[in-house]
């Protein structure tokens, strides 16, 4: 069985098909930068949310051992994700270990 030979396209066609597909790959494109943006900003919220919870321990730390009182509380973390707060002041510290939240009364160094 022989097949038919394709019909030739007018130079109308070729230029439709040509500005479809520049259609296309520029839709794909705009998706392809909102993909991009939403994960930014679920990225971003992530880091807020983690900011929060950081400092909701650590008001709850302020808040156990009395420092609810101090204007000048200074936070930090480690590379091991224990974080400590300490009264500016006194320099009396805190320190919660991240996956526990325990916490215990520590002189801070400075």
Known sequence: MIAAP???KTSGEVAAAAKCKADLQHQADELEQQH???LAEMDLEEELDD???EHS???KLADAY???GVDDVEMWSDNNGDISV???D???ALESDSD???AENKVAQK
Do not use: F, P
């Open 6 to 8: 394709r019909a030739k």
């Open 36 to 38: 991009i943006e939403t």
């Open 51 to 53: 900011k929060a919870e």
């Open 57 to 59: 321990i650590v008001r």
């Open 66 to 68: 009395g420092l609810d």
């Open 86 to 88: 300490a009264d500016a």
């Open 90 to 92: 006194s320099h009396q």
């Open 100 to 102: 526990e939240a325990v």
